[in-house]
């Protein structure tokens, strides 16, 4: 059976680009402190769209979807679901709820885990919520053709839970040890979480609620305030791809975890980045106009209001329209459509 011994990952050289990442992320996590302090509403704003971001994407990851309309209404418990679909999607938003709410009291144990797997699935009628996998299950890989191949094997259900416990008491004594920067140690777990496959369903969004989990017990709070889901989704060719790559020699201990510490220090350092340009500086006051010049010309292709909102979270939807008002009228932007289908594009004869 596959063996698990983070301590002595303590005798590993990482390169320097590993090394760049977590000194970068570290730098802006820094600043965590004075935004909180300093632009509490924005954050808070912030929050309530990455909520309903996080559970939206971690599904869609999954096949799993609805309107954005019944998604923004399921996340702020506006409606009750209709459809399989939607049953998963609340289950999904009330574990995040969960993490966001009481992640200090949340220990990285098997029967926390089994138990956030029982709320995840509380809403459906399967009945293995709650349960580690009962029969073998396969990692598949699709080809356009439609045809598949077993790409990954994971462990056996008899050997599931032994393999869950030693993946937490390892991650467990080695933040207490403070043996590798956690920063590292969360992809190297969710990596074996996702290697051993304890579910017969539901693995990915678990792996991704314990991402979010584990990084908020270290205190990195991006997360809640940018969605790191959305942002593996954005990229999930490359988030499967790495994940393949680190499953190679995995059950002999052969397997090498870098690919996917990378990929996950740039989604983690992208959010941290993009926190930043939405809050925008903390050491002077912009106008409303100045605000969304900024964000319009950080964005590309067409735009919507909507989505100014959510990248201007310090200013009204009333000061937005009048910014984009000003800026059309200035000819930086061209308005496309009417009404409800009302969108923008940057004029690319505006200098």
Known sequence: MRQFDYIQLKESSWDGEILSFVAQIREHKGKQELY?????VELERLMEVAKIQSTDSSNR??????????????VEEMTTPRNRDEQE????????NTIHESYEHIPLKRDIILQLHRNLLAYTDKTFGGKFKNTQNYINELHEDGSSFIRFTPLAPFETPIAVDAICENYRQSIDRQVLDPLLLVPIFICDFLCIHPFNDGNGRMSRLLTTLLLYQSSFFVGKYISIEQKIEKTKDTYYDVLGKVSRGWHEGENDYVPFIKYFLGIVLNCYRDLEDRLGSVDRKSTPYEIVRTAVGNTLG???KAQILELCPSIGSSSVEAALKRLKEEGFILRQG???STAYVRNPDHT
């Open 36 to 40: 909180f302090r300093q632009k509490p």
């Open 61 to 74: 990851i999954e096949g799993i979807g609805t309107s954005n309309a019944r998604m923004r209404q399921l």
């Open 89 to 96: 999607i609340v289950g999904y938003r009330d574990v995040l």
């Open 302 to 304: 067409v735009f919507t």
């Open 338 to 340: 009417g009404g409800r």
